[in-house]
């Protein structure tokens, strides 16, 4: 780390990418494996972000029951049927375990049409339509205005949305942080390749530490 990549901590924000219940439980139409097992670390660095009054973003999927938003590797089992966090269903929501309130519904039509879903005092849902959050979203207008410097990014599953989420931010000048056991599906070389591009990569407890 440098002077242009050294994490700043007062000018943070989390980012929790794709962790709905589709995505995450037992039961979820599209399970990705791992990710479960990192919900704990995940509501852990949320908590922390909580307690320091830090903007979090909750970023998500949503799938059009007609496969009309659907990447085009997952277009065909949507549009055969197949409901993979659909608008209005459970499997779309947010695992519960990263809620404020586990009751919070989401608000699809106002996700949809690219706005964020407040969840309480700095904390918001918004959604994307493809892997990366800040591809057709206005992402990086929110955060710029709130004088964010810093990403940490958590999530499922690594090699696509994650990934995909810290090469954009990287490309808009964000200093990034990587928290390598609160995100599904993580491996050794694609954590060298984030470091070589400037990403601190460390784990909840050291990321807790940085927010102290």
């Known amino acids: 780390m440098d002077e242009y990549t050294r994490p700043e901590p007062d ?19 599209a399970r990705i494996p791992g990710t479960a097992e990192i919900v704990p670390q995940m509501a852990s660095l949320v908590e922390a972000f909580r307690a320091n009054e830090a903007p979090i973003v909750h970023v998500i999927r949503l ?19 197949e409901s ?8 779309a929501e947010l695992v519960a375990e990263l809620k404020p309130d586990p009751t919070q519904q989401l608000a699809t039509d106002h996700l949809l049409a690219g706005e ?11 959604y994307k339509p493809r892997w990366g959050a800040f591809y057709n979203t206005s992402l990086d207008e929110f955060l710029t205005d709130r004088s ?8 499922c599953n690594f090699p ?15 200093r990034l942080v990587l928290v390598s056991d609160a995100t599904s599906a993580i491996y050794d070389r694609g954590l060298d390749e984030l470091r070589n591009i400037g990403v601190s990569v460390k784990t909840t407890e050291q990321t807790v530490e940085l927010l102290r």
């Open 63 to 81: 799938y059009q029951e007609d496969g009309s938003n659907v990447d085009l590797c997952r277009r065909h089992p949507v549009e055969d049927g």
């Open 116 to 126: 964020f879903q407040s969840l309480g005092s700095n904390e918001w849902i918004m």
């Open 84 to 91: 993979i966090v659909r608008p209005g269903t459970e499997g």
């Open 160 to 174: 696509n949305c994650p990934r995909t989420t810290i090469y954009e931010a990287s490309e808009r000048d964000y």
């Open 11 to 29: 000018h943070a924000a989390l980012l929790t990418i794709d962790t709905q219940n589709d995505f995450t439980l037992p039961s979820g139409t």
């Open 148 to 155: 964010i410097s810093t990403l940490v990014v958590c999530g």
